[in-house]
């Protein structure tokens, strides 16, 4: 079986540590690159280690980045008066994708989650009250998730920011675009209506 | 966005040479490797460089395999008289797991298929039949898959080997076990009803 040939049970073992990837396709996942050309198994061992040398975070804004500040920070097309807060890299990336915003960010590297022992210490909030202190900025977008963890961190936010005189505002909760009423979750709907505007 | 990160798009982009990932799951992938110490990911790569440096196929039986001949062809515990033809490793590894067979193996690396160019040349035929010239071999257990190349596979196979004298058999074709024979397909029902047994 698989114990007699130890570098492909390793590679499986390996494989089998990404979320969502179980041993099968893990196995299913080795057998592929078995029988790929030796060149592409280097291009992606090569992916992988260039990723760990060369992205690091921002200093500034905490969004993974080649670059210290990252593109976004050194922008100088972007308004400085705005700045949109989330949670991980992954979320930025998904409003830059929309193209809707053209402001700054702020990556606060997870929500708030007291129950796993997240507290403001363990997220970059002491670095965004200081980048918003003194600074130019008018409007702080809360773009945290619509979980649990990502609305106590937008109260917690809102009561933090305030005070300085800076408007907080949030994501527009409601009906995303292409649904059916009819299998849209209570809780969305009722948030949907909440939060009805005018036509 | 990911263009300003050149190393993690090229990280997404290898991940989803993968068959089954598409570019949401890499990108998940790819966040999960940035998330891991660098020693996990320097495991991985090197997993991913070793396999493609000490695998190769046995010269014997066409297994994959770090040393040639494979632990199977030199292991002197296992029936000389009895050989199991399998299309690909895997299957190899099912049978192993099941251990139910002590014989050893012939890998074809493939199966039947006029359709996409794949005949006998493509395939470890010639050497299965060199194998088999002169050897102890009394049974060929035919373990293809009970798909249509692998039943023409099999029916071919069984064509050549006949005349040599040695027994051809196949693995049983059936319910499997743990189902419910009202969802099992009617190919395969008519299939357990030809072969029943008695009791």
């Given at each position: 079986?698989?114990?007699?040939?130890?570098?492909?049970?390793?590679?499986?073992?390996?494989?089998a540590?990404?979320?969502?990837?179980?041993?099968?396709?893990?196995?299913r996942?080795?057998f592929?690159?078995?029988?790929?050309?030796r060149?592409?198994a280097?291009?992606?061992?090569?992916?992988i280690?260039?990723?760990?040398?060369?992205?690091?975070?921002?200093?500034?804004?905490?969004?993974?980045?080649?670059s210290?500040?990252?593109?976004?920070?050194?922008?100088?097309?972007?308004?400085?008066?705005?700045?949109?807060?989330?949670?991980?890299?992954?979320?930025?990336?998904?409003i830059?994708?929309?193209?809707?915003?053209?402001?700054?960010?702020?990556v606060?590297?997870?929500?708030?989650?007291?129950?796993?022992?997240?507290?403001?210490?363990?997220?970059?909030?002491?670095?965004?009250?200081?980048?918003?202190?003194?600074?130019?900025?008018?409007?702080?977008?809360?773009?945290?998730?619509?979980t649990?963890?990502?609305?106590a961190?937008?109260?917690?936010?809102?009561?933090?920011?305030?005070?300085?005189?800076?408007?907080?505002?949030?994501?527009?909760?409601?009906?995303?675009?292409?649904?059916?009423?009819?299998?849209?979750?209570?809780?969305?709907?009722?948030?949907?209506v909440?939060?009805?505007?005018?036509?």
């Open positions: 079986m698989l114990d007699s040939i130890p570098s492909f049970a390793r590679l499986v073992a390996e494989l540590k990404f979320p969502g990837i179980g041993k099968k396709t893990a196995t996942l080795a592929f690159l078995l029988r790929q050309p060149a592409e280097e291009a992606l061992a090569g992916a280690l260039e990723l760990k040398e060369k992205i690091g975070f921002c200093s500034r804004c905490f969004h993974i980045t080649e210290d500040p990252c593109p976004i920070c050194t922008d100088p097309g972007r308004d400085e008066g705005l700045l949109c807060v989330v949670e991980q890299p992954q979320d930025l990336i998904a830059e994708r929309s193209r809707s915003f053209r402001g700054r960010y702020h606060l590297q997870g929500a708030l989650s007291p129950l796993d022992g997240i507290g403001p210490e363990q997220l970059r909030f002491v670095e965004l009250l200081q980048r918003l202190k003194g600074s130019a900025v008018r409007e702080l977008l809360v773009a945290t998730n619509f649990v963890e990502g609305d961190t937008a109260l917690y936010l809102a009561g933090q920011v305030r005070p300085l005189g800076i408007r907080v505002t949030r994501l527009a909760h409601g009906i995303p675009t292409g649904s059916d009423l009819e299998f849209v979750d209570d809780a969305t709907v009722n948030r949907a909440e939060g009805r505007r005018d036509l």
